[in-house]
């Protein structure tokens, strides 16, 4: 038994429009933690600084790259031992400021990245019809790993028309590919803890969004 069109980009390329109406020019991806000071803010750095590598363009053909936190510190900064792991990657934590997790934030984005599986329920469970479009990060890597990339549109047709593609294909995988594990899913919280856990989760995050960046692209990482 296998799953139709499983590991396939199936796209419309005459869609002008998200679900929710808004215009197709842009892919807004959320990377959603506990606290938004610690995991979710080096995931974001980190896409964005990936981004940047492949694309060479600050606007990255329409993708915007945030975060938020359940618990959200409002305003506060970012961990300084998160932003030591981003300065390790060579990636810019200036000017980030926490956020907590809100409904309009869930409502614009085309893909929410969560670091682990309480948080994915916790944003499927606000509405909005978030569920297709919601993953762990593990778990988001290990499906786009299975997805044959000659099926996604090429760059040349847009950056956004290629990630609503392999959006929609991981979604189609998740009954079909399942962890090895629950643990296998989740990027466990590095808050208070001293700078060689968060450079090892740090370590693991970055292992996560290299592959996730590169299927977006279809660029691989500057060796």
Request: charged share 25%; net charge negative.
């Amino acid at each position: 038994m296998t799953a139709p069109d499983a590991g396939r980009g199936i796209w419309d390329p005459e869609e002008t429009r998200t679900f929710t109406g808004l215009p197709r020019d842009t892919f807004r991806i959320l990377h959603v933690s506990t606290g938004n000071v610690c995991r979710s803010p080096i995931t974001e750095r980190l896409t964005r600084h990936a981004l940047a590598d492949r694309l060479g363009d600050p606007l990255w053909g329409g993708l915007v790259v945030e975060s938020a936190g359940t618990w959200g510190h409002e305003g506060a900064p970012m961990e300084a031992n998160a932003e030591t792991v981003l300065a390790d990657f060579g990636a810019d934590a200036t000017g980030f400021t926490g956020r907590e997790l809100l409904d309009e934030h869930v409502i614009m984005a085309d893909l929410v990245l969560t670091a682990t599986r309480d948080h994915r329920q916790q944003v499927i469970s606000m509405g909005h019809s978030a569920g297709l479009r919601t993953f762990t990060l593990k778990e988001f890597t290990r499906l786009v790993r299975a997805i044959d990339p000659t099926t996604l549109p090429p760059l040349e047709d847009g950056v956004v028309a290629r990630a609503r593609a392999l959006v929609r294909a991981a979604a189609a995988l998740r009954g079909w590919l399942l962890a090895p594990t629950a643990e296998a899913d989740e990027v466990y919280d590095p808050y208070g803890a001293p700078l060689p856990f968060f450079r090892s989760i740090g370590d693991e995050i970055h292992q996560a969004v290299d592959p996730v960046v590169t299927a977006l692209t279809g660029v691989a990482a500057r060796t």
